[in-house]
């Protein structure tokens, strides 16, 4: 570990000159004590930092913004293996730094530089702790790269980033665990721009965010090269690397799909495949235009419990689409839901993770509105069976915008029905109170306002307000931070259900 170097204090120049002796034992005493300080935080032992999240408060670090990511990644071949990698940052300091915190909690970290020159690390917590040779200054550009081994094997209980699919990997990083992949503020308040570029062998082929920018081969392996078009947060990176055909198509005004499935069940996904352009065309027809450069669906070989919508390629497990479990209407609701998160939490993310009711209320509301318009599955049915249940979820999990922290050990517990269901309701409740006109438009200007940023709940009560013409305040703080839920405007006979008469809820991401 290297020592952080002090700036020497300059002695005021009137004493210099007036009172020189004076001032020479001034300045002693001033350089002594701003070394002595200096040493003193140097040798101060290195601790995790956050940026105050009050679901994840060990997420994120202050202090800089991130503004691009370049991650290289070298897969050996096995998925139980440790991949090689190089993860280069490029930040912003906003304050002056003489240590940097980056969260990354999961593998070896082999050399650090900072601005090209070799740093100190240590790690604490979750976090990896950066010394530069020299401090930085506020509002200055850096460049840290650390070589280190992004290990997809994690222990029993721990959840990680990647997912051993049955040929190779793909990533699930919400909310929390990019940090076990790569070392990065781990916040989906730091959006940036990601380049990936992800060495294989050459029998396999690797899909990354974004748009492809090369695949070049050399020897046995290829390097696929991907480049994200607009931010990103760390919990929406998405890397497959597998034995998998790449379906190409184009969707609505020459949107390029890509979808990502094993090669040997390219033909049996075909119909699934086939349906996303025109759920892209329904999705722009509700909300707008589509906001990245490309989407697709991953069909993962694997048994993750959940789908996610990594950003312009969202994460399904095949068995899906093949399981025949689930009825028809219900598979392509579940697109839909994942398609919608593309606005709704990808280019319009949460500030904070309490705000995620803002991505999965949307998501559902729109899940639910898909399956009414093409499968005649009642939305105010559904409204109506959600509310039966809603002051249960609320004591179980929190008000949709005040969600309870996650149990220990299970930290994407946060994921309950409060926030879902729960909090489609409030959309539902909204739209019965300001009319149908109005809510439609808030729905497109929010994603219009906040496209490519973050944003809160505070902003859509604002917005709300906005666009209803009157103060929505007290009507949403009810909805989105009561304890018990208020009564639904409309519908004054909807009730509370006992337990045994409610509706299950549907588990899903
Ligand atoms: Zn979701």
Redesign the pocket.
Known sequence: MLLTPCPRPEPAPSRRRTRRTLSRHRTAALLASAVSVCLVAAAAPAEPLGVGDRLYPYLGNPGYDVTSYDISLTYPGANDRPLQAVTTIDARTTDDLERLNLDFAHGTVRSVEVDGRPAGFTSAGEDLVVTPERPLGEGSRTTITVRHTSDPVYGRNQQGGWVRTSDGLAMANQADVAHLVFPCNDHPSDKAMFTFRITAPNSYTAVANGLPDGADRVGRTTTWTYRTQHPMATELAQVSIGRSAVVRRQGPHGLPVRDVVPARDRRALEPWLAKTPDQIAWMESKVGRYPFETYGVLMAQADTGF???TQTLSLFEKSLFTGRVYPKWYVESVMV??LA?QWF?DSVSPRSWSDVWL??GH??WYEDLYAEETAHRSMEERMKAAYGSSDRWREAGGPPARPKPPAPGQKIGI?RPNI?EGAALVLYALRQEIGRPAFERLERMWVQEHRDSTATTGDFVRLATAVAGRDLTGFLAAWLYGEKTPPMPGHPGWKQLPEDKAAPPLT??
């Open positions: 789908e996610l919508e839901h994942e998160h939490g991505n999965e998501a559902t994921f879902y899903r991401r």
